[in-house]
């Protein structure tokens, strides 16, 4: 069997089965004679169990080797660099290095992403702006947003001692060079074929991150290890580091894993050269878009040995200007940002300065969750056109009353309570006033009946009352609409819309319903004695009359003084209290007037409100719950709008 088939099954395997690799006696450096199977991982994990939960070993223990050193070389042969270092280290070294190996082959458990509770709460309300979004916001709008919240749950289930830096950059900007001095060893492939990198090569300086290697979709045979230091393992431990294919690659595929690597990583080294610094793909396309991510970033300029004198300087220099366009923050004077060096991966000037930086970011064990913070807020600011205003929003108090008001014109709540006042008179003066001039009043009434001089163009009057509501609903909905972003007004136009379906009919149900009063009107006090004086100066005409009319036939003794002033007085007196009631009239008529007005505008204002005000209420309501909990994604303090 060949070496290189034997290399990609044994690192498949390396992180799973260390145990039944490596007997007790491997202190030999003899190659291995036989093939050792890669394993399915997912035949490794219980059914019902979490992802990542190995099954337990049910294989017989193996039979001892007579000749151990087969077996030794198997416990450090992860692949082609195992292979590369046994045949350069010396034996002492080897074999101090297989009992480190040998003292942790039983790997510690692999403990899961821990979030804080800020970032917990923003995720709890973008999961919840999203959910009462659906219906008013369509999935493309929230795509970004349901993204991140799937990458948040699904790297929080894995490694939290590991963190995965990838290494991007252009063709020939020598980033998998800069892979292999990290490293230590020649890992990637170099050389002047463009593009070189044709898939991400991963190398993991520790144990525990095959799940987070399966989530990037890197296989088996494309994961190595580093060259084998105790003081690198110390200093890089939980690092992943990926290297990536050219993002300006010819090849379509290697720019779409690219893409799609960049948005799993917890981190990014981002290598530049000299001569392509300035490229516009890299700014625009990369760099700018992810401005927001300074804090898990790390811009290198490689290839310095190229650079003359001060032109290292300069062109760094240059390229901290160039970034600070792209609104990107350099990490400088202690500030959070981005980290900017310049190396030489080919001789190696500044390595270690990158390897110091990267195992201080790595050790502090955040990177995850600020990439995720950052993926935060770059969703919030994609969603802020459609959650957050300038302005501050809603229907005001003299909104809803103009609206109320309107509606009373269109029922004719003022016309009503003028009608109910001039009832309320008109019975008044038939109840107080001479029985000659009801009689004339009769007769006048029979005349207009007869004639039909009080028949009105109803259908003109409808049209009218028609046109003012729909006035009404459009004004009150351009008002609460006004300010809010595109969705939400549309919305609160669309509710008000619905309700004003019927409301002309429902208002006019009102107007016959609470607009006509019930009954005859209620009678003040002094309306009997009222009614009581009108009847005794009718009574005084009466007798007066008959008084002269027995005169004049001479059943009495003529005297006209007494007979013609109690004429006198009944003619008189009659109109002067129909006057007086009259007066006395205006005040209660004009109360019972208001009060058949105020019953009028409060059905209206009723029918109103809950047909238009209160569905476009509840999308005012729903609008600020959503912005509340949009305020909490964005982490502020303050009402956003």
């Known amino acids: 069997m060949t070496n290189a088939n034997v290399d990609a099954d044994v690192d498949e395997a390396a992180d799973k089965d260390i145990h039944a690799r490596v007997p007790d006696d491997s202190h030999s450096s003899t190659p291995p004679t036989h093939k050792t199977a890669p394993k399915d991982a997912s035949k490794d994990t219980p059914e019902g169990a979490p992802e990542g939960t190995p099954r337990p070993d049910l294989r017989p223990a193996p039979r001892p080797d007579p000749h151990p050193e087969s077996e030794s070389s198997g416990a450090w042969d992860d692949g082609l660099i195992a292979r590369r270092v046994s045949e350069t280290d010396p034996p002492p070294a080897r074999e101090a290095v297989v009992e480190t190996r040998i003292s942790s082959s039983v790997p510690p458990p692999v403990m899961p992403l821990a979030y804080d509770g800020a970032l917990r709460s923003r995720l709890d309300a973008l999961r919840e702006l999203v959910g009462l979004s659906r219906t008013r916001l369509d999935s493309r709008t929230l795509a970004e947003a349901g993204r991140v919240l799937d990458e948040a749950t699904a790297r929080r289930r894995l490694s939290g001692q590991h963190t995965v830096v990838a290494i991007a950059g252009a063709t020939g ?36 991150a095959a799940t987070l290697l399966d989530r990037l979709g890197i296989p088996g045979r494309l994961r190595r290890r580093p060259l084998q230091s105790a003081e690198a393992e110390a200093q890089l431990r939980g690092l992943v580091l990926v290297d990536l294919p050219d993002h300006d690659s010819a090849a379509v595929q290697h720019r779409e894993q690219v893409d799609r690597l960049l948005a799993l990583v917890d981190a990014v080294i981002w290598v530049v050269d000299p001569e392509k610094y300035a490229d516009a793909i890299l700014h625009e396309r990369y760099l700018r ?17 190229r650079l003359p004198g001060e032109a290292a300087h300069q062109v760094l220099d240059d390229l901290r200007r160039l970034l600070d366009e792209d609104g990107i923050a ?30 201080q970011f790595v050790g502090e064990r955040g990177a995850a969750a600020r990439r995720i913070s950052a993926d935060l807020d770059a969703a919030a600011w994609q969603l802020r056109p459609v959650y957050a205003t300038g302005r501050r929003v809603g229907l005001s108090e003299r909104a809803r009353d103009e609206f109320s008001d309107r509606l009373a014109d269109a029922v004719g709540a003022t016309a009503a309570g003028q009608a109910a006042e001039r009832v309320w008179l008109r019975n008044a003066n038939r109840a107080c006033g001479t029985p000659w001039l009801r009689l004339l009043r009769w007769c006048q009434d029979r005349c207009e009946h007869s004639t039909g001089r009080l028949v009105r163009e109803q259908p003109d009057e409808e049209a009218t009352a028609r046109q003012r509501v729909e006035q009404a609903v459009r004004t009150v909905a351009e008002r609460a609409s006004a300010g809010l972003p595109a969705p939400w007004a549309l919305a609160v136009r669309e509710a008000a ?3 004003a379906q019927g409301l002309p009919e429902a208002l006019d149900e009102l107007a016959v319903r609470a607009g006509t009063p019930s009954g005859r009107p209620p009678r003040p006090g002094w309306w009997p004695v009222a009614v009581l004086a009108q009847a005794s100066m009718t009574l005084l005409q009466i007798v007066g009359g008959l008084w002269l009319v027995a005169q004049i036939v001479g059943v009495m003794a003529p005297n006209l003084g007494v007979p013609v002033l109690l004429m006198s007085v009944g003619i008189v007196g009659g109109p002067g209290v129909e006057w007086s009631c009259r007066l006395a009239a205006r005040g209660p008529a004009r109360r019972y007037g208001l009060e058949a007005e105020r019953r009028l505008r ?13 569905p476009v209420a509840a999308e005012l309501l729903r609008y600020r719950e959503v912005r509340e909990q949009y305020v909490r994604v964005t982490g502020a303090r303050a009402v956003v709008g």
């Not at 900007?173 to 991963?202: C, H, M």
């Not at 992810?290 to 040995?305: I, R, S």
């Not at 190396?343 to 195992?359: F, M, P, Q, Y």
Request: glycine share 16%; with cysteine.
């Open 173 to 208: 900007s020598g980033k998998s060079q800069l892979f292999n001095a990290l490293a230590g060893v020649a890992i990637s492939e170099t050389g002047v074929r463009r593009p070189t990198t044709a898939a991400p090569i991963a190398c993991s300086w520790s144990d525990g």
């Open 497 to 499: 819309v619905r309700g």
């Open 330 to 359: 350099l990490g400088e004077h202690g500030e959070p940002g981005a980290t900017v060096l310049a190396l030489s991966a080919l001789t190696g000037d500044g390595i270690g300065e990158l390897r110091e930086v990267l195992g």
């Open 289 to 305: 878009p992810m401005a927001g991510h300074a804090e898990v970033m790390f811009v290198v300029l490689n290839q310095v040995d």
């Open 602 to 614: 409060e059905a209206a204002a009723g029918c109103g409100r809950a047909r238009v005000l209160d």
